[in-house]
């Protein structure tokens, strides 16, 4: 590991583990109705805010030692002068607006949001230190003039960049593409930028609905004015890259960045659709009276409606309706685990296979995942995507019991998977048909015998539900995409 700095100063590690998961969870005490635009909204707001603030540090960060074909990948990224010139200027814009505001709660947020883009850029500093990037020479960051309209086209802007880049970072997670210490280095980011677009579309929310009606209609043109600027700014982006206009810093890459995150191609369909699910997880442990960005995720809904009117239905469309429709949002760690004594504790780490399913659940998001940018129909592929999340976060749920009961389970590598990925998801899809069937026997019984409180098996209905979800669902949807084209009919029923 290449130590950035000493660790004194660190926080220890259950103030970081507390942080962490705070940061990701905040219910308002207050109870009732929060209208929009009222004292109340806004004070929930800026308590957000603070109350899930990450104490992080940048300067003390271990960046791991890369391969040489690692590194060369994460060099080769063309996105870090812009990632970087774009949080300094964020930085200076929030500051001038949060300072113009004579609205205590709204300038101490603000200007806290400032700060939290100041520090994602000395991140993005000593990574390009440790790592040995060259960048081109910054240019000035310069005040903002108009301290409104910067803040709207950042806001804006980190909408939609936040959108595609939770997407694009879970892609980069499930694909292995880099090492695995690098990529959890960057979630207190991924998710602090949640954050902050949390923030802007409650205060966005919140300043119209306190515009005098007068104000209104200028305040709209200025929004869609945004937005055209933002479109502008990307076509302008790319293109400077097609006319090979000095070094190719790619603004749109949260648009078009999987290839360089994954060595699978993934079509824009199967990529929305991840973008879709992880934006739902990334908000999903939020107080839901607060308002969440719409705009990039309804478009990204409308893609998705409209590339699959280019297909002919399949027989599986109703069952991958039914599957997407009936998907949960919840976050592992915040189901209510229970507390066990001593004898139910010993009975639990007495079961002899939490290591291989943990690897199992890991194991199976992994071939979801690589196998979903192959499916063809845009519907079933949305589906397929969904179900290498919620596999995926199967794996997180045993990760949370494992850590939080002691139990002796270790994260193995991910073996390689065979060259026929088609292969590799046929394989898995029948071992978890039989998996779940035997599973489901030994749930019963051994709820039946008490052999745990019933709080832990309340929790495993959770994902023994999903089980049955994924395993009857995923049959069904096989069968149409294949036999619906006459294709391998062995392969039609599990």
């Known amino acids: 590991m290449m130590a950035t700095a000493d660790r004194l100063g660190q926080p220890p590690e259950p103030v970081l583990v507390a942080a962490d998961h705070a940061a990701r969870h905040w219910d308002w005490q207050a109870s009732g109705v929060m209208p929009i635009g009222s004292d109340a909204h806004r004070d929930a707001v800026c308590r957000m805010f603070r109350d899930t603030f990450n104490p992080y540090r940048p300067s003390i960060i271990d960046w791991p030692t890369l391969s040489p074909d690692a590194l060369a990948r994460l060099t ?118 949640a954050r902050h677009i949390l923030l802007f579309a409650n205060w ?11 104000r209104r209609p200028w305040f709209e043109l200025r929004v869609a004015a945004v937005w055209v600027f933002l479109a502008w700014e990307r076509i302008g982006i790319a293109r400077g890259m097609d006319a090979g206009d000095g070094k190719p810093a790619d603004n749109n890459f949260t648009l078009t960045g999987s290839k360089s995150v994954s060595d699978v191609d993934i079509s824009p369909a199967s990529l929305m659709a991840v973008c879709l699910a992880e934006n739902e997880r990334r908000f999903a442990g939020y107080d839901s009276r607060l308002r969440r960005p719409t705009t990039t995720p309804a478009i990204a809904r409308l893609f998705c409606r409209f590339t699959r009117k280019r297909y002919c239905k399949t027989p599986g469309d109703a069952q991958c309706r039914q599957f997407l429709k009936t ?65 995926t976060r199967h794996a997180g749920l045993i990760r949370v019991m494992i850590d939080r009961y002691g139990l002796e389970a270790t994260e193995q590598p991910i073996e390689q998977f065979p060259p026929n990925l088609e292969t590799a998801f046929i394989d898995f899809g029948f071992g978890e048909c039989m998996d779940s069937f035997l599973g489901f026997g030994a749930f019963k019984t051994a709820r039946q015998s008490e052999f745990l409180p019933e709080g832990m098996f309340e929790i495993f209905d959770v994902l023994m539900h999903e089980e049955t979800r994924i395993s009857s669902s995923s049959s069904t949807i096989w069968r149409g995409e294949r036999c619906g084209g006459g294709e391998a009919p062995h392969l039609c029923e599990p």
């Open 327 to 391: 998907h949960e949002l919840y976050d592992p760690a915040a189901l209510p685990w229970p507390q066990l004594d001593d004898a139910q504790l010993g009975r639990l780490r007495s079961v002899p296979f939490w290591q291989e399913v943990y690897h199992t659940e890991r194991r199976a998001g992994a071939i979801v995942a690589a196998f979903t940018p192959m499916v063809q129909d845009p519907l079933v592929r949305e589906a397929v995507a969904l179900q290498g999340v919620e596999e």
């Open 76 to 193: 080769g990224l063309p996105i870090w002068d812009i990632a970087v010139q774009t949080e300094g200027k964020a930085r200076l814009r929030m500051l001038a607006y949060g300072r113009s505001l004579t609205d205590p709660a709204w300038r101490e947020a603000i200007v806290c949001n400032a700060w939290e883009e100041g520090r994602h850029k000395e991140v993005l500093s000593n990574l390009i230190a440790a790592y040995g990037i060259r960048l081109a020479p910054e240019p000035a960051y310069l005040e903002p003039r108009d301290p409104e309209w910067a803040y709207l086209v950042t806001g804006f802007s980190e909408c939609v960049d936040s959108f595609f880049a939770f997407g694009l970072f879970e892609v980069a997670k499930q694909s292995g593409f880099f090492p695995p210490e690098l990529v959890d280095t960057f979630e207190p980011v991924i998710q602090e930028e």
């Open 204 to 214: 966005l929310a919140w300043h119209r609905r306190r515009l005098p009606l007068w």
